[in-house]
């Protein structure tokens, strides 16, 4: 196993020296996410060297105490000088405050020559094979990142490649998605459903881009509620694309055989299925999203996450609808979750039913507060829970749906 070197350990350590603190405040200036719902600890083992193959159209990376023969290096499929312009060194990068850890990095709020941004630092732990495997990975998501360019898109801004430090560069977003449906579960805010349509339409634009208008076709296999920041005005902004995968011009409604990819409670049924799949499982993910907006919680926290892939696959299991939702957004959540592909609109249909859905907000607005019938709903719930077990129940549940005692929530 190869080890960090002591000036890098050193390095590491002087970039780290303000406090981070938990990420989390009590108003609403949060960040970035971890990029899977798994979190685990990082590793201190890494990659001793960076390098050209003897190809010229390769990086070659070469594990610690190995020579330059052939059987001991390993190719991964990064265009050649595709950095360079973008790159980064890691002792311009000052370290303010970790935002979040998941599976395959961390990312910190921080400054890079003055300016602010976020930086994800990835992980590159296991064997040597693993290691590469990881790095080839990186130099995916830096490629993707690097394509695009778009409003509702975190814009990739560069890297850091010194082994072993592999960092990805991008704008800082103050919020999350994620961020405001915890502050709403809360009742710390309320929010308008025009908010709402806003940030949904922000999302769905951003993987309209993906689908059809980037210069290369893009599946992100990752669509969640998690992957969606939200910057200071409230734009929609869709990030981490680790598990993204390039398709080929024209080919993207084809069905092909890939790996199984995503976050069980958002993957599409095609997938657990291990059928071949298209860039319709994004779609299928957004319905999903669309769910988690509007009823500010994640989907299937009650059910077994063992038979989850079971239920959605082979009993067509969605998350349930509120009818506080509505018709035509629970249509078109329906119509996106739907277990047969061809049945899944395309993000252009997608993105003008949801500008459609602008004609109405005032109506809506006037007819329903979204965040006092679900704090409704979940108290009655809750409430029931309680009774069952036989528990003493705080408080009370008034016609419009505050507790006694409790203060009225901002609205957003």
């Excluded at 602008?358 to 965040?371: C, F, K, M, S, W």
Aim: hydrophobic residues 35%.
């Amino acid at each position: 196993m190869g080890g960090c070197s002591s000036k890098n350990d050193d390095s590491a350590n002087s970039n780290r020296n303000k406090p981070h603190g938990d990420g989390l405040e009590r108003t609403f200036r949060l960040g970035h996410k971890p990029n899977t719902a798994e979190v685990i600890s990082s590793s201190s083992h890494g990659l001793a060297g960076l390098g050209e193959s003897a190809a010229g159209d390769k990086m070659a990376v070469t594990e610690p105490g190995h020579d330059d023969h052939a059987s001991r290096r390993a190719s991964v499929d990064i265009p050649k000088g595709f950095f360079l312009s973008l790159n980064v060194p890691y002792e311009d990068i000052t370290f303010d405050l970790k935002m979040g850890s998941g599976t395959f990095g961390q990312v910190f709020k921080a400054h890079v020559s003055g300016k602010r941004c976020a930086v994800k630092e990835i992980f590159h732990h296991g064997n040597a094979q693993e290691r590469l495997e990881i790095l080839a990975d990186f130099g995916k998501e830096c490629k993707i990142m690097s394509m695009m360019h778009h409003p509702n898109i975190v814009e990739f801004w560069g890297s850091v490649q010194e082994a072993p430090h592999f960092c990805i560069i991008t704008e800082l977003c103050e919020g999350s998605v994620v961020d405001l449906l915890a502050l709403v579960a809360q009742e710390k805010v309320n929010v308008t459903w025009k908010l709402l349509l806003q940030i949904t339409l922000g999302g769905a634009e951003a993987l309209k881009y993906l689908h059809f208008d980037c210069d290369t076709q893009i599946i992100h296999r990752d669509v969640k509620a998690e992957n969606f920041l939200l910057d200071r005005r409230f734009v929609c902004k869709l990030t981490d694309f680790g598990l993204s995968r390039i398709i080929d011009s024209g080919m993207a409604n084809q069905q092909k055989n890939m790996t199984m990819c995503g976050t069980p409670s958002w993957v599409a049924p095609e997938i657990f299925k291990g059928e071949a799949y298209n860039n319709k499982i994004d779609v299928y993910s957004f319905g999903v999203v669309m769910w988690e907006l509007y009823c500010f919680r994640k989907p299937y926290t009650d059910e077994d996450p063992v038979k989850l892939p079971y239920k959605v696959a082979l009993q067509n299991l969605r998350p349930p609808l509120s009818p506080h939702i509505p018709e035509y957004l629970a249509k078109l959540m329906c119509d996106c979750w739907d277990g047969d592909t061809e049945k899944r609109p395309e993000f252009t249909t997608i993105v003008k039913r949801l500008t459609d859905a602008h004609n109405e907000i005032a109506d809506i607005e006037q007819a329903v507060d979204i965040t006092k019938v679900n704090n409704i709903l979940y108290k009655a719930q809750k409430e029931e829970l309680r009774k069952a077990m036989g528990a003493s129940i705080p408080g009370s549940v008034d016609e419009g749906g505050e507790e006694e005692g409790e203060e009225e929530s901002p609205n957003i």
